[in-house]
C-alpha cells in the first residue's frame, strides 16, 4: 500500500498479526490503539475520515481488554484490535448522527447487532467513521488520502480512508449499492460485501430492505475474513439473516484451491460507462490471466437490472426517509430530496415486479458459477474522481447489490494517474469462502 507522511509500522500491522501480538503477549491492546491514535493526530485533519473519535474512551476500552487478558480471560479472535464504525451503526457509548444535521446529537442506548459481535470478539471501536449523508450521494468531509483532491468514494467513506491511511487496521461499513466496493476501489483497500443476508442490520440505517447489505475494510484478504467471520451470525431481529452454520472463511482463505481457479470476465450492460484506461488495464489482466479467465456475456434480463435496484432503492428511501423529508427537507441535499421524490412516484405494480426479478437473476446466473469460479469485473468506472461534490459512480456494483451476491475489491491496479484501481471478483451467493480463496489465489496470481 501506498506509505502516508508519519507512517509507522505500529500503525500499519494487519489484524491477523495485532490480535495475536495481543493473544501473546508481544504488545497490548493499549499500545496498539495508542499508535493508531498517534497516527490520526497527523494525518485526520488532512482527510477527515472520522465523525467522532475519543481518544481517552478508546484507550479506556484497550485498557480493560489488557486486564482481562492479565486475569487469564480468554477473548475473541479480534482482541484488542481498533475497529472503525460507520456512522450509521448504532453504539451505545458514541453518537450516531447518520451524516446529516436532521440527527445531529442522537444517541442510541443499544448497540447494532454488527457492533455487539465486535465488542464480543475482543475488538475495540475505536470511533465512529465519517458517511455520506443518509449513507446516499452527498459526500462528507472525507477526502482520499492517497489524493486528498479526489474523493474516496461512498458512503462508506471514512472506513475506506481510515483503513488505507493506517489509521485502523479494520473498519465496516454497509452497500446498498456501491458503497463499500467502489470506496475501497478509490482508496486502494481490500472491500468484502458478504453475501445479503450474511451480517445483521439489526440497528442499521435503513436505506432498503431488499438491498442494504454489510461489508468489512482491511489490507489484506486475511483480515477481512478475520472480521467478516467475526460478525457473520444469525439474527432474529433481522428478518433476512438465516439460521445456518458460520461460513468458515479464515480456514478456507489459507487454503489453496483443489484445481486453478476459472473467472468469467463480465463487462456488464455498462461497460461503455468505463474509463479508457479502466478498458485498457482490464484487457491487460486478462491477457495475463490466459486461460484462467473466458468472456462471458449476461443475458439479455440484465439489460433492466440497473433500472430495477434505482426503482427500488429510490422508492425505499421514500419510504424509510419519509420523516426527515416531511420535518425537514430544506435541510437534505438536493440529489436527496429528488431521489426521495422520484422514489414517491414509483408505483407499486413496478416496486414489486422489480423485487420479483431479483430471484430470477440470481438464477440466470447460476450457469456461470456450473463453469466459473467467480465473475472478474470492475469495481468502479475508474480512479477517484478528483473533486469532493461527488463520490464518484456505483454502476459497476449495482447489479451485484441487486442480487446480493458476495463481492470482493482487490487492490491490484493504478490509473493513469497513479491512483488505486480496484477488481471486483463476484461469487455465487451464499459461497463466500470460495470466493475469498479463489480471490487469494488471484493477488498471489497478480504478484507473480
Request: glycine share 8%; proline share 6%.
Amino acid at each position: 500500500m501506498t506509505r502516508f507522511e508519519g507512517d509507522m509500522d505500529s500503525a500499519l500491522i494487519s489484524a491477523t498479526e495485532a490480535a495475536a501480538a495481543v493473544r501473546v503477549g508481544k504488545t497490548t491492546s493499549e499500545e496498539l490503539v495508542s499508535a493508531c491514535l498517534d497516527h490520526i493526530a497527523l494525518l485526520e485533519e488532512r482527510i477527515g475520515a472520522w465523525a467522532y473519535l475519543d481518544p481517552d474512551h478508546a484507550l479506556k476500552q484497550a485498557r480493560e481488554t489488557d486486564l482481562l487478558l492479565q486475569q487469564g480471560k480468554t477473548l475473541g479472535p479480534l482482541q484488542g484490535v481498533p475497529v472503525g464504525v460507520k456512522d450509521i451503526f448504532d453504539t451505545k457509548d458514541m453518537p450516531t448522527e447518520d451524516g446529516t444535521v436532521l440527527h445531529v446529537g442522537r444517541q442510541p442506548t443499544e448497540d447494532a447487532t454488527a457492533v455487539s459481535l465486535l465488542r464480543e470478539a475482543g475488538a475495540v471501536i475505536m470511533g465512529k467513521t465519517v458517511t455520506t449523508e443518509l449513507a446516499v450521494y452527498a459526500p462528507g468531509k472525507t477526502r482520499n488520502p492517497h489524493d486528498p483532491e479526489r474523493t474516496p468514494g461512498g458512503s462508506s467513506s471514512g472506513s475506506a480512508a481510515a483503513v488505507a491511511a493506517g489509521m485502523v487496521p479494520l473498519a465496516i461499513g454497509t452497500q446498498t449499492n456501491g458503497s463499500v466496493i467502489r470506496p475501497a476501489s478509490y482508496c486502494g483497500v481490500y472491500g468484502y460485501k458478504p453475501s445479503y443476508g450474511l451480517i445483521s442490520r439489526h440497528r442499521v440505517l435503513q436505506q432498503s430492505r431488499p438491498l442494504d447489505q454489510v461489508g468489512v475494510f482491511a489490507r489484506s484478504i486475511e483480515d477481512a475474513a478475520l472480521i467478516a467471520e467475526s460478525i457473520m451470525a444469525f439474527d432474529d431481529r433481522d428478518p433476512d439473516t438465516r439460521v445456518r452454520a458460520r461460513p468458515n472463511l479464515i480456514e478456507l482463505v489459507a487454503q489453496e484451491p483443489p484445481f486453478q481457479p476459472r473467472l468469467a470476465f463480465v463487462k456488464t450492460p455498462v461497460w461503455d460507462q468505463a474509463d479508457m484506461d479502466t478498458q485498457e488495464a482490464f484487457a491487460e489482466l486478462v491477457a495475463h490471466l490466459g486461460e484462467n479467465v473466458g468472456d462471458f456475456q449476461l443475458p439479455d434480463i440484465f439489460n433492466d437490472a440497473v433500472a430495477q435496484h434505482r426503482a427500488i432503492m429510490e422508492a425505499d428511501l421514500a419510504r424509510s426517509f419519509e420523516r426527515e423529508y416531511a420535518r425537514g427537507k430544506d435541510k437534505l441535499s438536493s440529489i436527496l430530496r429528488e431521489m426521495i421524490e422520484r422514489g414517491q412516484k414509483v408505483l407499486a405494480v413496478d416496486y414489486n415486479h422489480a423485487v420479483s426479478q431479483i430471484p430470477v437473476l440470481n438464477r440466470a446466473l447460476d450457469k456461470v458459477f456450473d463453469w466459473y469460479d467467480a465473475i472478474l469485473t470492475p469495481a468502479a468506472t475508474g480512479e477517484a474522481p478528483v473533486g469532493l461534490e461527488s463520490t464518484g459512480s456505483p454502476i459497476f456494483c449495482t447489479i451485484w447489490s441487486l442480487c446480493g451476491m458476495p463481492a470482493i475489491s482487490l487492490p491490484l491496479l493504478q490509473g493513469v494517474h497513479g491512483m488505486p484501481m480496484g477488481v471486483q471478483l463476484v461469487g455465487s451467493k451464499g459461497d463466500d469462502a470460495r470466493l475469498l480463496r479463489t480471490a487469494r489465489w488471484l493477488v498471489n496470481l497478480a504478484g507473480e
